[in-house]
């Protein structure tokens, strides 16, 4: 008989022999028991381990070039979903990256070369000259909204403001199609139309993103150079005129 075995037995004993020394009112029926002395009282503790998956040793390093490439646009083709219908969600701020907002600034400055401000020039200024307002604006309100107390990182906020260029772009291409037809006041008002409206969407979507990272006292801090920033960008796609 193992030692476990034998305290089963002894604890059994004694609380037999206390319940008959107390004239058997707390336990009565427990001087009848009796314990095998060929039961042991053994064990095991085991803990599970999950099975181990071959995708766990599997590495992006191992995979092939293409699928690398159709796995990041995917993920920037969501993005630009993600703005295009704005709504509080965190797939942008958890997935960040700066492929659509780079894609997205060189395509504006495209677009915006060749105006009739550069003279006779080949538009190089004023494709520099978006490149600055883009990334040194969202630099700075992005410190901004560090300054102001927010919760999101650096990163993060330079692809939200970045990838709500989205909205701007395609009022650009849309102005260059109109500006097609020839430069009127019916095409002004069109375009006027256009770029309000590209300009709301992407104030309103940038606010959804970034207005929830803010303290309650100092959303309208932050708002306020967001909406001057697309501004600003409004106004270069409204006053674009080509040569």
């Not at 070039?65 to 703005?83: E, N, P, Y």
């Not at 037809?181 to 940038?206: D, E, H, K, Y």
Request: hydrophobic fraction near 50%; charge should be negative; glycine fraction near 10%.
């Amino acid at each position: 008989m193992t030692s476990s075995g034998l305290h089963v037995a002894g604890a059994a004993k004694m609380a037999a022999a206390e319940g008959s020394g107390a004239g058997g009112t707390l336990f009565p029926g427990l001087a009848d028991v009796s314990i095998s002395q060929d039961i042991p009282v053994e064990g095991e503790i085991t803990v599970p381990v999950g099975s181990h998956s071959p995708d766990e040793d599997y590495s992006t390093l191992d995979e092939p070039v293409k699928d690398t490439i159709m796995r990041d646009l995917k993920a920037v083709g969501k993005k630009f979903v993600h703005v295009m219908y704005p709504r509080k969600s965190s797939a942008l701020l958890r997935d960040w990256d700066l492929w659509g907002p780079l894609v997205l600034c060189v395509s504006l400055a495209l677009m915006l070369q060749g105006g009739s401000a550069d003279s006779k020039d080949d538009g190089g200024p004023q494709f520099a000259e978006v490149f600055v307002i883009i990334w040194f604006g969202a630099v700075v309100i992005t410190l901004n909204s560090k300054l102001l107390g927010g919760t999101i990182s650096f990163f993060q906020s330079l692809c939200v403001l970045g990838y709500c260029v989205l909205p701007l772009t395609v009022a650009m291409l849309v102005c260059r199609l109109v500006l097609l037809a020839g430069v009127g006041t019916i095409s002004f008002i069109i375009r006027l139309i256009v770029v309000g409206a590209m300009f709301g969407w992407s104030t309103l979507a940038s606010t959804a993103f970034l207005a929830d990272s803010q303290p309650p006292n100092r959303k309208a801090l932050v708002v306020y150079p967001i909406f001057l920033f697309y501004f600003v960008i409004s106004w270069m796609i409204l006053t674009f005129t080509p040569q």
